[in-house]
């Protein structure tokens, strides 16, 4: 069994568990999109600027990794044209579940980012990508194919895990691993997440989680940084996550 299947297993655990982050919005929350009040998260507690998406009517809007019923029913319902694509039967599940719900289709593919996407060059405006990429062990790849499906003008908007929770022991009061968090090739590591079935996670620096937007041709518009929400880390005020909005460029600009 490959670490993505690995993975795909443990977040379908977690969700029968459930994980805050498979658990997909209520009918009431769909009906204040529906009503223009919205937020959605693309990293723990933050809601990402509205200003950062523009107009969603019509829009072709690809949440990538982005399954679990939480922010696609909500560009719904603002107007954009959804595809999904997660590596979790539950995740995507939850998404039928809430479009059949309320009455609207997306188009929902179990597929693996760290593969070619199986998409047509330039296919959509928006792709919204939620934290999930310490879940692969190379993101470079990624961004490429980020850059290759959208149009553009098109607008890659990404929450990033800064690397800095796998230096700390559970209570996040030791530092317990140097970095980089690489558990395919640190038997240590892979028997710390193992031990509280965490799937197979890797840490990722600045260079490759910008830098690597930036090699890929994307021109970065925004940056915030996020925190835990909760624990030793959050209450001293150190982020561990960020978010990027980023732009490729229109033919012929920079």
């Not at 299947?5 to 009906?31: C, F, H, M």
């Not at 317990?176 to 031990?195: G, I, M, S, T, W």
Request: hydrophobic share 40%; aromatic share 10%.
């Amino acid at each position: 069994m490959n670490y993505q299947d690995i993975n795909a297993k443990a977040i379908d655990r977690w969700i029968a568990g459930g994980w805050e982050w498979g658990v997909p919005v209520s009918r009431e929350e769909y009906a204040a999109a529906l009503g223009g009040r919205w937020d959605v998260l693309l990293t723990p507690t933050k809601s990402v600027p509205h200003g950062w998406f523009g107009s969603l009517r019509g829009k072709k809007l690809l949440g990538l990794a982005s399954g679990g019923g939480q922010q696609m029913p909500i560009f719904t319902a603002l107007g954009a044209e959804c595809t999904v694509l997660d590596y979790s039967e539950k995740q995507l599940e939850s998404e039928l579940a809430v479009a059949r719900r309320e009455g609207y289709s997306i188009r929902a593919l179990r597929a693996d980012m760290t593969k070619p996407l199986p998409f047509p060059d330039e296919a959509f405006d928006i792709i919204f990508h939620p934290v999930s990429n310490m879940y692969v062990e190379q993101v470079r790849p990624i961004w490429r194919e980020c850059f290759r499906v959208l149009k553009p003008g098109g607008v890659l908007l990404a929450g990033l895990d800064t690397g800095i929770n796998f230096i700390f022991d559970d209570d996040e009061r030791m530092l317990v691993n140097a970095l980089p968090f690489n558990p395919l090739k640190n038997p240590e590591q892979r028997k710390q997440l193992e031990a509280s079935d965490a799937g197979i996670q890797f840490s990722h620096t600045l260079e490759e989680q910008i830098g690597g937007q930036l090699e890929a041709g994307f021109v970065l518009t925004g940056l915030y940084e996020d925190y835990n929400g909760s624990g030793r880390l959050n209450d001293y005020h150190i982020p561990s996550f960020a978010a990027t909005r980023a732009v490729k460029p229109e033919r012929g600009g920079e």
